[in-house]
């Protein structure tokens, strides 16, 4: 299986200040298409995850510009710009190009 | 507006079933494959398994392989999970998840399933 690995795992941010987030897949994430599946999610306290990022640094509809991804092969980033009161949360990435599918640990990002 | 409405979650004692549903609105439902991803209290998240949009082509994490089985009805755009041989790690918020551009874009909120005799 490939293991991700994010890093930190909390995360204190003050208000208005950036913050980031790394992920290291143990195998290489581009598929045979070209394509390298990895996905950034939130997930809020009590809510259900949202999809932030697909394929490393693609925006979901929605989603703020101070989000964004980077990243290839086996190492990726999300950063947030500046950090406002509704990103406290846990955000976990995953890979969609190799079975099963894997999520990071999580990280929790809380405000300072 | 996409929508996804899970159901079917509630207390099973081990080695007992249950039988996930979720009813997906406000897109086409054939057109995606699906998914489930399960979270035990207080972890993170976990995949479970994953529909092709056709139905022709199923997967699972090993975890559940051999023990859980999903399916789909497009006539009545729902997706299912059937859910055998549970067990206490079995206990966790069930998601249903539309796939698009190589992962889980919409979920759902989420069904309880706690296994405990």
């Known amino acids: 299986d490939v293991v991700m690995t994010q890093s930190p795992l909390s995360l204190p941010v003050t208000l208005g200040q950036p913050a980031s987030i790394s992920c290291t897949s143990s195998q290489s994430l581009m598929y045979s298409d070209g394509n390298t599946y990895l996905n950034w999610f939130q997930q809020r306290p009590g809510q259900s995850p949202r999809r932030l990022i697909y394929?490393?640094?693609n925006r979901d509809s929605g989603v703020p510009d101070r989000f964004s991804g980077s990243g290839s092969g086996t190492d990726f980033t999300l950063k947030i710009s500046r950090v406002e009161a509704e990103d406290v949360g846990v955000y976990y990435c995953m890979q969609g190009t190799h079975w099963p599918r894997t999520f990071g640990q999580g990280t929790k990002l809380e405000i300072k | 507006e996409v929508q996804l409405l899970e159901s079917g979650g509630g207390l099973a004692q081990p080695g007992g079933s249950l039988r996930l549903s979720c009813i997906a609105s406000?897109?086409?439902?054939?057109?995606?494959?699906m998914k489930w991803v399960r979270q035990a209290p207080g972890k993170g998240l976990e995949w479970v398994s994953t529909l092709t949009r056709s139905g022709d082509k199923t997967y699972y994490a090993n975890s559940v392989k051999g023990r859980f089985t999903i399916s789909r009805d497009s006539s009545k755009n729902t997706l299912y999970l059937e859910m055998n041989g549970l067990r206490a790690d079995d206990t966790a918020v069930y998601f249903c998840?539309?796939?698009?551009?190589?992962?889980?874009?919409?979920w759902g909120q989420g069904t309880l399933v706690t296994v405990s005799s």
């Open positions: 394929k490393v640094s």
């Open positions: 998840a539309r796939r698009w551009a190589g992962g889980p874009d919409y």
């Open positions: 406000g897109f086409s439902f054939s057109d995606h494959d």
